[in-house]
């Protein structure tokens, strides 16, 4: 789960690492006034979105006036398809060099590492694409965690002053307790800043919190689920994974890999998917029942496409979930079935009552949810 | 490849008398699987499908002798701990089928166990199964032939639907391993590629990734280095995903611009090995590879 970077400055301000003073607004008015406070600020838009920079949600304003404008500018737009509700007013800081460190998990090595690099301010994805060599690692282990060293080597390869060693020190230290405390995948904070005096100060912060671990946060837990759309929020109320997309053929399968193999399927004979919906293992009658319901329901979903490999996953209980869908949803959607697996016959005999053939191949089922997907 | 598995492996089930617990204990002793006790805190005396029933893993092994293998279908909240009683107590191969374990509880336990020379599968894994043999996990048995392609995945059904494909085909399997589906496993399919080039049962290895990570393409790496291999063909899902969204398996994310499908198909295919476009594919494939 992602924080705002309001939500994550105030862990990261908490943890003893220097952020430019500012404070978080929901209206003009209140830019205006932390800006006669803070004098020439900087206004930055709190979505989740990212690339929010390049997209026209970071503006500087030098004068309160100029404040309530840009706010009042912001507050109305949207930010790569998200609203934006609230808006950060900071103190402008003089920049010398913009910085790049975070702490993230390394699936290779299966470890925590701090990721250093001279040039911030540019997302990490261009980053790692453009100037892999510029990026240091620092590799750490659990059992051990932070140590000195660490801030040592990653002074050089930030090109720091020696000065500089206890700030930075102090920053790497807090970035581990952060990611230890509140459970977090990444904290990173770029651009890290070097200030015209010589200061080290996290001028963007942006923590990610581990989704599974979140029963042991139940502050955190409360915010789970603000980044979804409507669809995926349903979804998950039901318990299911769901992911959004933009074509016009629903998918429902079971098991994340095989739905996302229905996706590509799709994809491959020329269609596109309008959906991620994975039931998950042993799925009953009822939750496919509301599976089939959202998707019907789905408002660019013209064919819906069912891909069921029965293991744990009954197909008889599948059958029923369908049946019940469609007679509950008026929506006159064509419905494709691939069935497979425990109670199969049953299934099929089920659907064939209610006029619906189910395939046994996955292929056939994905060309015709294709083909119908043209034509309807 | 009895390097893992086999019929003598003396194997144990964590959280035996859960729904899933016992639900796959009964499957797993039908396919012959040798499952010599089972834990359960607070349960133990029970029997479940008369396999007995321990309060500890030190019980368990103290009345029935070492195991060597644990399954473990412990809730996800006690899963860490569970997994810490059965390398504790001598277990060299756990299979973790839990599904949502914290991250930061899996870095813990993996490290523990790498640096014990303990194999984990998963978390979040269908488990390891060698043909006709031992199972250890929770695949449906059935859609798997006996036969010399190794199979290694980091998907649950997309790996029956492989399976299915192969068998359709005549391909049997010589052991089937799921690696799981969160960003942090035991094992690689680095790990599991050597392991079948030591097998002489298995001729040729399907490789079934997905989109997060870069485990597809350090194996491509290390695949184009070897002097001595067997080949491969892959199938990624995961083509459709969009960035930054996670789809179902907690290791299934494109993010800090890694981990997606291009990047991986394209460090296998330049490493020679064959990218299927559907899973119907990879027979077709395999076919071709092994006639070379």
Known sequence: ?376 | MGILVNPSTRVLVQGITGREGSFHTKLMLEYGTKIVAGTSPGKGGSYVHGVPVYNTVYEAVREQGPVDASIVFVPARFASDAVYEAIDHGVRVVVVITEGIPLHDEIKFVNYARSRGVNIFGPNTPGVMTVGECKLGIMPAHVFKRGSVGLVSRSGTLTYEIARELSKHNYGVSTVVGLGGDPITGLDFIDVYKMFLEDKETEAVVLIGEIGGDAEERFADYYSKLAVKKPVVAYIAGRTAPPGKRMGHAGAIISMGMGDYKSKRSSLESAGIPVAETPSQVPLLLREVLRK
């Open chain 1, 1 to 376: 789960m992602k924080l705002y970077e309001y939500e994550s400055k105030e862990i990261t301000r908490r943890y003893g690492i220097p952020v430019p003073r500012g404070r978080v607004v929901e209206n003009p008015e209140d830019a205006k006034r932390v800006a006669e406070e803070l004098g020439a600020v900087v206004i930055k838009a709190q979505v989740l979105v990212g690339g929010r920079g390049l997209a026209g949600g970071v503006k500087a304003a030098e004068t309160p006036e100029d404040a309530y404008a840009v706010a009042e500018r912001l507050f109305s737009s949207t930010i790569r398809g998200e609203k934006v509700e609230k808006v950060l007013v900071e103190e402008k800081v003089c920049i010398s060099r913009e910085l790049y460190l975070s702490l993230t998990v390394d699936r290779a090595s299966r470890r925590p590492v701090y990721l250093v690099s001279e040039m911030g301010g540019v997302e990490i994805e261009e980053l790692a694409k453009k100037y892999p060599d510029k990026i240091h690692r620092i590799y750490v282990d659990p059992s051990v965690g932070y140590s000195d060293y660490m801030p040592r080597e990653a002074l050089q390869a930030l090109k720091l002053p020696w000065t500089l060693l206890q700030d930075l020190a102090n920053i790497m230290k807090a970035m581990y307790s952060i990611m230890t405390d509140y459970e977090a995948e990444l904290v990173e904070f770029n651009p890290l800043a070097l200030t015209c005096d010589n200061r080290l100060v996290a001028l963007d912060a942006k923590v990610i919190i581990d989704d599974n671990s979140l029963y042991r946060h139940p502050d955190l837990q409360k915010l789970y689920g603000r980044d979804l759309t409507e669809y995926e929020k349903r979804a998950k109320e039901l318990g299911f994974n769901y992911v959004e997309l933009d074509g016009d053929i629903g998918v429902i399968s079971n098991g994340a890999g095989l739905t996302m193999a229905t996706m590509d399927s799709i994809l491959y004979y020329g269609g596109r998917p309008a959906n991620f919906l994975d039931i998950g293992g042993g799925a009953r009658r009822e939750s496919v029942k509301e599976a089939v319901k959202l998707m019907l329901t789905h408002p660019r979903t013209r064919v819906l496409l069912i891909n069921i490999f029965g293991g744990i996953t009954r197909c008889d209980e599948v059958a029923l979930g369908i049946i019940e869908a469609v007679k509950e949803v008026c929506a006159r959607k064509p419905i494709v079935v691939r069935m497979l697996g425990t109670n199969e016959e049953e299934g099929r005999r089920i659907l064939r009552e209610h006029g619906i053939e189910a395939y046994s191949e996955m292929d056939d089922a994905v060309k015709t949810a294709v083909e119908l997907a043209k034509r309807w």
